[in-house]
């Protein structure tokens, strides 16, 4: 089983809509906890952090749920521009680990 | 530009062939990584330093791989006798202090023809 797991996709959304990401980590000792972005053959690009408590960074929505080990991403109002892979990763005693990322295309 | 910066940018080499990459991190990062990212997967960790240190490499990383930070400042990732399997994005990552997040260079693209 990999250590972070998420649904390749892709996911095909309207431009306007709401669209939700989930992720699945195995290790309870992960101690943080990220969404990155990448766009075809760019490098990954950091989103935004994920905390316990939630938190937003605009239409951006990001969720820890340390029970259940797993880590969310909402997005509002999508846009053309968001669409791309969105990579769920996790910090472990600072090993950085990557999933295979989750493909999201926003239709006109 | 202060980022990390990987050379070469491309790199298109014959099998059985050396090949060696480098990465210069973010100056006052102490943590350097290494991935490698085929395409429609996500970046697959290959090793990490602390310092000049190597803390962990992955199994992923045969014998034909090696990995070198000799100053705590840049590394470098050499291949040797590649193989067409090899081919990939290899991306190197920076970051400091613990449990923050890792900035990436653009990569080192190898084809192996």
């Known amino acids: 089983r990999k250590e972070v797991e998420q649904d390749p996709g892709p996911f095909n959304v309207p431009e306007g809509a709401t669209v939700a990401f989930n992720c699945t980590y195995s290790?309870?000792?992960?101690?943080?906890f990220f969404w990155y972005r990448q766009d075809c053959r760019k490098e990954p690009k950091l989103l935004m952090s994920?905390?316990?408590s939630g938190n937003e960074d605009g239409r951006f929505t990001a969720q820890l749920n340390r029970a259940s080990q797993y880590i969310s991403l909402l997005i509002r109002d999508s846009k053309l521009s968001d669409s791309a892979t969105y990579l769920c990763?996790?910090?472990?005693?600072?090993?950085?680990?990557f999933g295979k990322g989750t493909r999201l295309h926003i239709l006109p | 530009d202060t980022g990390v910066s990987q050379d070469p940018r491309h790199k298109i080499t014959k099998r059985g062939q050396n090949v060696t990459f480098r990465c210069d991190p973010i100056?006052?990062?102490?943590?350097l990584y290494w991935y490698r990212q085929t395409l429609g997967q996500g970046p697959e960790f290959l090793t990490y330093?602390?310092?000049?240190?190597?803390?962990?490499k992955s199994r992923l990383l045969s014998d034909r791989f090696s990995a070198e930070r000799p100053k705590g400042s840049f590394s470098t990732l050499e291949i040797q006798r590649t193989e067409q399997g090899d081919s990939a994005m290899y991306l190197c990552?920076?970051?400091?202090?613990?449990?923050?997040?890792?900035?990436f260079g653009q990569g080192t693209r190898l084809t192996v023809v």
């Open positions: 990552a920076s970051s400091f202090p613990p449990n923050t997040e890792a900035f």
């Open positions: 290790n309870s000792a992960s101690q943080s």
């Open positions: 994920v905390y316990s």
């Open positions: 990763v996790v910090n472990r005693d600072d090993k950085i680990i």
């Open positions: 100056s006052e990062h102490n943590r």
């Open positions: 330093f602390q310092n000049e240190a190597q803390l962990e």
